[in-house]
């Protein structure tokens, strides 16, 4: 044993010989060093740097380090301090403490804190009051509050219906338009179309009384390319001093009121119908536009120009957001962010602004010789006889129950006092006084009573330079001898210009069939909206609190619309641009959320039979219609005629429609002829529709009504109705075949529609059932073959096969599987069947109506789907019946249909 060692141990001595003998016995140094010069330069390159990436501290060993290290340099080792010194006296940025809260919340430092978090979106003048009770949302380049904290829905309804709810909508952007007002007419001609229902020439609104509301398309392109709905009012007062110049020639002023996101589409628009090439100039003057009566148009567009030389770099130029155009006769103004709109809603809001608004009883005296703009405005014979009319028309109003008793969208300008000097200490409960009972009308709605100063930019400016701080005024309450009286500061205080819009609320049909078809009270959702100055709208909103009023956020205004039975906007109006950027974004959260689910946690939609989950697929609901009009021509017998696309998931591929839709919110709005759809906005045609619905009941009421008349009139009569009936379908589908219209259900018995509910006809079997058994709860969808999860179950056994002994599968091998396996069920010939019913339409929005009791959706139907529906119905009720099913559920269920119009 021993020997074998040593012969070993012999054998490697000898190896290790054989190599060094054959080693060089020298080495020439400098031709070494000349061959690994590249080498000895890095490496002292690399000896020499002692900083990089890491510091002294992460370069000890894991043993040797300690946190302690980051502030207190003797927790180093000894021969490394130094070192470590030397890095933290030559660091640039060195860790600063930070500022107290005390530094931090100083008024100044907190001022410059806001600003800087103000550049990302805009902030409404009472965004730090919601921040602090609501969710806020980065939304249409604002901040703006979604909902409450407290999640009050009910208790918003309950405000809403029986008390009051304030609102700041705020971030509405303004227009203004000056110029003749025959050239406003005819340049705006070509963005409205009197079908829609008003437009900016309607006489109710032309006197300036009135606020009207309009549907804005893009130029010439009605009913196609759908900008949104707007409102707009008119200025009761004339910029000429010679009023007995020819109406036509006058200058006349139009505030034009839009949604965020329209708001650069309109501009575009308005460009071009006035023919103005490129804006003129973008200022910001004192935060005000230059508009009003007392400037000229040549004078502002000199001063506009004078101003854009000034203005060099870009900087300057991002910070000018106010935008002024003109052609020389017409000149277009943005007043964005220059006035402020709070909404009140709510039977009691009325009783909220009279014990909140105080107008002043001293401005038509005579104080022509005064420092302030109220002293010499109403100087003016004119201006003060105006005044004493809104006081009267004011006075008569205090005693109404409730704002839908006034005239509907009315329009009553005022000048009030300071809210704040007539807040109260603390929150009161809204009461109403039963002693109080409605007067005598003592004055009558005219211009008079619609005008006010707020239209003019200098007076605007003037009560925003005027407003005495917050910090004065609890100083002046604070060394009041009696503590709680209200503050009378005299000719010192300030006046401040508003406006008051009346809001209707819900107003019924003319004719209502059928009472169940309907359960809101009139006048629901009523109440006032107030226009102030920039600068007033904190001022306003705490008195508004203090005297009574619930805030509510966007979310809750949404549901408040939802039991009007209106349409919001931009979430309603699937034709527009804004309303396919809105809903792109509402199918990626969902889409999101589903997918972060896992598969045995989420409904499985292909068994469901739903193609289109995450968004309503409008485009290929309308192409599929047409496609069944066309083979219905064909064939003569619409029954035979086989419904694919919606129907069939197997066929038609609308999650990829879909997406690509929403994907680009312009490409079906950018050009008309790539447009697959518009939306039926036609008063008449829209109510002659509704009327078609209950054809078959009118004729059936003619025909048994007054049993002692002849059969056979009564049979004529009902023969009548019914051509008149088909008559009106007929001149539908050829002129509106790609038109959609705005329905909504309502569920008969159980069910609450959701979004993106499927609006389907029901078969003569669900109406014999219904009409036998009055509490069937409606059919079922059967499960359908979900052929992409046989295709994932059939992988992932090949690739189990192919791993044997815990080997690893390539990406090349996965896909050469995949292909094959996808050969095998096309093969195959897999087909999924088409779904039970077919589908008309979708729900856009819906939910459970507190108001009604009952589940409630809005949402839109193909017309030719309703004209099929209506042709082929055997339902001998007074109202069309319809199937409403829910994309995560296999239950039908039965809803009444109507018109939106």
């Known amino acids: 044993m021993m020997e074998s060692r040593g012969e070993k141990r012999k054998l490697e001595d000898d190896d290790h010989d054989g190599v060094l003998s054959e080693a060089p016995r020298d080495i020439l140094v400098l031709r070494y060093a000349e061959s690994?010069?590249?080498?000895?330069?890095?490496?002292?390159?690399?000896?020499?740097?002692?900083?990089?990436?890491?510091?002294?501290?992460?370069?000890?060993?894991?043993?040797?380090?300690?946190?302690?290290?980051?502030?207190?340099?003797?927790?180093?080792?000894?021969?490394?301090?130094?070192?470590?010194?030397?890095?933290?006296?030559?660091?640039?940025?060195?860790?600063?403490?930070?500022?107290?809260?005390?530094?931090?919340?100083?008024?100044?430092?907190?001022?410059?804190?806001?600003?800087?978090?103000?550049?990302?979106?805009?902030?409404?003048?009472?965004?730090?009051?919601?921040?602090?009770?609501?969710?806020?949302?980065?939304?249409?380049?604002?901040?703006?509050?979604?909902?409450?904290?407290?999640?009050?829905?009910?208790?918003?309804?309950?405000?809403?219906?029986?008390?009051?709810?304030?609102?700041?909508?705020?971030y509405l952007c303004?227009?203004?338009?000056?110029?003749?007002?025959?050239?406003?007419?005819?340049?705006?001609?070509?963005?409205?179309?009197?079908?829609?229902?008003?437009?900016?020439?309607?006489?109710?609104?032309?006197?300036?009384?009135?606020?009207?509301?309009?549907?804005?398309?893009?130029?010439?392109?009605?009913?196609?390319?759908?900008?949104?709905?707007?409102?707009?009012?008119?200025?009761?007062?004339?910029?000429?001093?010679?009023?007995?110049?020819?109406?036509?020639?006058?200058?006349?002023?139009?505030?034009?009121?839009?949604?965020?996101?329209?708001?650069?589409?309109?501009?575009?628009?308005?460009?071009?119908?006035?023919?103005?090439?490129?804006?003129?100039?973008?200022?910001?003057?004192?935060?005000?536009?230059?508009?009003?009566?007392?400037?000229?148009?040549?004078?502002?567009?000199?001063?506009?120009?004078?101003?854009?030389?000034?203005?060099?770099?870009?900087?300057?130029?991002?910070?000018?957001?106010?935008?002024?155009?003109?052609?020389?006769?017409?000149?277009?103004?943005?007043?964005?962010?220059?006035?402020?709109?709070?909404?009140?809603?709510?039977?009691?809001?009325?009783?909220?602004?009279?014990?909140?608004?105080?107008?002043?009883?001293?401005?038509?005296?005579?104080?022509?010789?005064?420092?302030?703009?109220?002293?010499?405005?109403?100087?003016?014979?004119?201006?003060?006889?105006?005044?004493n009319q809104q006081r009267k028309f004011w006075d008569s109003l205090k005693s109404s129950q409730s704002p839908a008793e006034c005239a509907p969208h009315c329009i009553l300008g005022l000048t009030v006092r300071d809210p704040r000097l007539c807040r109260p200490v603390k929150r009161t409960k809204l009461k109403l006084d039963p002693q109080c009972l409605l007067q005598q009308k003592g004055a009558q709605l005219s211009p008079h009573v619609s005008a006010s100063p707020i239209w003019n930019h200098e007076i605007r400016q003037k009560v925003k330079d005027s407003r005495i701080s917050d910090h004065d005024i609890n100083t002046l309450k604070f060394e009041q001898m009696v503590p709680g009286i209200a503050l009378d500061l005299g000719v010192e205080e300030s006046r401040i210009p508003i406006l008051l819009l009346q809001q209707p609320g819900y107003q019924p049909a003319e004719k209502i069939s059928n009472p169940r078809c309907s359960r809101r009270s009139t006048g629901f959702g009523s109440g006032w909206d107030i226009i102030v100055p920039s600068g007033w709208a904190m001022s306003f909103w705490i008195s508004l609190v203090f005297h009574g009023a619930k805030a509510v956020g966007i979310l809750d205004s949404e549901r408040i619309a939802q039991e009007q039975g209106m349409l919001h906007f931009p979430m309603d109006f699937p034709d527009c641009h804004a309303g396919c950027v809105e809903w792109k974004m509402r199918w990626e959260t969902l889409e999101g959320k589903y997918k972060r689910m896992p598969p045995a946690k989420r409904p499985n939609y292909i068994k469901l039979g739903v193609t289109s989950p995450f968004s309503c697929p409008w485009a290929t609901l309308v192409q599929n219609w047409m496609r069944v009009l066309s083979l219905s021509k064909k064939s003569q017998n619409v029954d035979d005629v086989k419904l694919t696309g919606d129907g069939d998931p197997a066929k038609t591929d609308d999650m990829r429609i879909d997406s690509k839709l929403y994907a680009d919110g312009e490409k079906c709005h950018a050009d008309g002829r790539e447009s697959t759809f518009f939306v039926l906005r036609n008063k008449k045609y829209l109510k002659q529709l509704n009327t078609v619905l209950q054809k078959k009941t009118l004729a059936k009421e003619a025909g048994h009504s007054n049993k002692n008349r002849d059969k056979v009139y009564n049979s004529s009569s009902e023969n009548s109705l019914m051509k008149e009936a088909d008559d009106f379908l007929n001149i539908m589908e050829k002129e509106q075949p790609q038109a959609l219209v705005p329905v909504e259900v309502r569920m008969l018995h159980k069910g609450c529609p959701s979004q993106m509910s499927m609006i389907c006809i029901p078969d003569?079997?669900?109406?014999?059932?219904?009409?036998?058994?009055?509490?069937?709860?409606?059919?079922?969808?059967?499960?359908?073959?979900?052929?992409?999860?046989?295709?994932?179950?059939?992988?992932?056994?090949?690739?189990?096969?192919?791993?044997?002994?815990?080997?690893?599968?390539?990406?090349?091998?996965?896909?050469?599987?995949?292909?094959?396996?996808?050969?095998?069920?096309?093969?195959?010939?897999?087909?999924?069947?088409?779904?039970?019913?077919?589908i008309i339409g979708y729900v856009n929005n819906g939910g459970y109506s507190l108001a009604q009791g009952t589940g409630i959706g809005k949402g839109y139907c193909s017309l030719i789907g309703i004209v099929h529906t209506l042709r082929h119905c055997s339902n001998p009720s007074q109202n069309m019946t319809v199937l409403v099913r829910n994309p995560s559920s296999f239950q039908y269920r039965f809803a009444v249909l109507s018109i939106l119009c």
């Open 174 to 387: 303004c227009i203004e338009i000056q110029g003749p007002q025959q050239s406003i007419f005819t340049g705006l001609s070509h963005l409205t179309s009197p079908g829609t229902g008003q437009t900016f020439a309607s006489m109710s609104c032309l006197n300036g009384t009135r606020e009207g509301s309009t549907f804005v398309y893009e130029y010439d392109r009605y009913p196609w390319n759908l900008i949104g709905q707007v409102s707009f009012l008119w200025n009761t007062n004339m910029s000429c001093e010679d009023i007995g110049k020819n109406e036509l020639t006058n200058q006349r002023q139009l505030w034009i009121w839009s949604h965020p996101s329209m708001y650069d589409q309109i501009w575009r628009e308005l460009l071009k119908c006035f023919e103005i090439k490129q804006e003129t100039f973008e200022a910001d003057l004192n935060s005000d536009n230059a508009s009003g009566h007392s400037k000229n148009i040549l004078e502002l567009l000199k001063m506009g120009e004078e101003l854009k030389k000034s203005v060099a770099d870009d900087k300057k130029k991002s910070m000018l957001k106010n935008r002024t155009a003109s052609n020389g006769i017409i000149l277009v103004v943005s007043l964005k962010d220059c006035l402020n709109r709070l909404r009140l809603t709510g039977p009691l809001s009325h009783k909220v602004i009279v014990d909140c608004l105080q107008d002043t009883y001293d401005v038509g005296n005579d104080y022509s010789k005064g420092l302030h703009w109220w002293q010499t405005f109403y100087a003016r014979v004119a201006n003060s006889f105006s005044h």
């Open 764 to 838: 003569k079997r669900d109406i014999e059932e219904l009409q036998r058994n009055k509490s069937y709860g409606g059919p079922y969808e059967p499960q359908h073959k979900d052929s992409a999860g046989m295709k994932k179950r059939k992988m992932k056994k090949i690739i189990k096969g192919y791993q044997t002994n815990k080997a690893v599968i390539t990406q090349k091998l996965k896909s050469e599987i995949k292909e094959k396996v996808e050969m095998e069920y096309s093969d195959k010939n897999v087909e999924n069947d088409p779904i039970s019913r077919h």
């Open 36 to 170: 690994h010069a590249a080498e000895i330069d890095a490496l002292i390159s690399d000896v020499q740097q002692t900083g990089g990436g890491k510091k002294v501290s992460q370069k000890l060993p894991r043993h040797m380090r300690r946190r302690a290290t980051s502030h207190s340099i003797k927790r180093l080792p000894r021969k490394i301090r130094n070192i470590a010194a030397t890095e933290y006296e030559n660091q640039e940025d060195k860790v600063r403490k930070r500022p107290s809260r005390k530094y931090r919340r100083r008024h100044r430092n907190l001022l410059e804190e806001y600003n800087r978090r103000q550049q990302k979106s805009i902030w409404l003048e009472t965004h730090i009051w919601h921040a602090k009770r609501f969710h806020m949302a980065d939304k249409y380049g604002y901040k703006i509050p979604l909902q409450s904290t407290s999640k009050g829905l009910r208790a918003a309804y309950r405000a809403a219906s029986q008390h009051c709810v304030l609102q700041d909508i705020s």
